[in-house]
């Protein structure tokens, strides 16, 4: 039995939350005066997104909407009927480009005719996510025969991302959201913090009257958000965004209460923060001491992620595995080498002496350092578009 405090709020692995119980699939619970949190189904092992229903004047004001199903537009429909009572949808947000995020943004905008909220570069990323083209192109399997697959393979990946769940309804405009802006939604100024690293330019909303942070998948609690290199750019190190997000999130007072879009709301912000550091720090290390033989990217994902049931899950993983070994070449400590089909991986020519770990754990790789982000915290912004408030 988890452990509950005095008010009932349920204490798990360093972090505090104030509901043991999430909605049931497809019902809302009011988390702070005029915000909901509905539990929106996905056909998936992860069973659910979050998403959050804010008042707003004479309507409402969603933030992110589920993926693209008929499931999620029946339960869209008892969320019309049941909770805004004739009133109508005024505004979406979606805090990234993801499908479980935006996939019927675009329905919603067209039934309501309403805006869609978001930042420049996850609106741009929708029209590029999902590859149309049939089969797979050269530059798509080159990346994974690289990465030690069968051409066979690569092209089985290629038809799962194909898979019309993961292609988001188009819109054809949008309001730009930016670092800093703030937007008045009921009687809450909500103000953009942007993330990077799980996507390109991820919206988070924080309202510091209440402490309140609707965080996307930018913070979750217990599970940890994909931080991938995929195919459309084999050369990208989004753990460093990663990380200098995590830094930049620390701006924020560790008192807030957070609202994810997977699992529960929680406290402990800075805790979960530290969590997720330690997670990729454990394995940047781990990858490191992989490759004291040269490894291929295969070989490598084989030892950071053990267990692994389907092909969807192969693809996620690939994609972490090569977000560690990008930024482990980026700091010199790995190098990569053409070998027949692919590429191998083995430790690079800069290493430092050991520098033991705090609380008396092993350094990374036992003999280097690395460079995390977070010497330098990133301070958040002064509100750059105050005299463009918006819905
Ligand atoms: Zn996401």
Partial sequence: MDELDANGHELYAGLRYPWPQAPD???VREVAAGVWWLRMPLPFRLD???LYLLRHDEGWVVVDTGMNTDQT??????VFERLFGGQPLLAVICTHYHSDH????GWLAERFRCPVYMTAAEYRSLYVAVPEASPAGWDFVDFYRKAGFTEEHAGEL???????????????SFRRLREGDRLRIGARHWQVVIGRGHSPEHACLYAEDEGLLIAGDQVLPRIT????????????DPLRDWLTSLEHLRQLPDSVLVLPAHERPFFNLHARLDQLQAHHQAHLALLLASCDEPRSA?????????????????????????AHANYLMAEGLLVREHHQTHYRYRRGPRTQP???APGGGQALGSATTLNIPGSQPVALQESQCDRQEQQ
């Fill in 298 to 322: 295969l070989e490598l994902m084989a030892v950071l992620f053990p267990t692994l049931s389907g092909r969807f899950d192969e693809l996620m993983a690939l994609g972490e595995t090569l």
């Fill in 225 to 236: 958000s994909t931080v991938g290199v995929h195919a459309t750019e084999p050369e990208a």
């Fill in 158 to 172: 290629y038809r799962l991302i194909q898979n019309g769940h993961f292609r988001p309804l188009h819109f054809n």
């Fill in 73 to 78: 537009r029946e339960v869209w429909e008892q």
């Fill in 25 to 27: 699939s497809g019902q």
């Fill in 48 to 50: 659910h997104i979050n």
């Fill in 354 to 356: 050991a520098v033991a």
């Fill in 102 to 105: 935006s996939g019927v943004a």
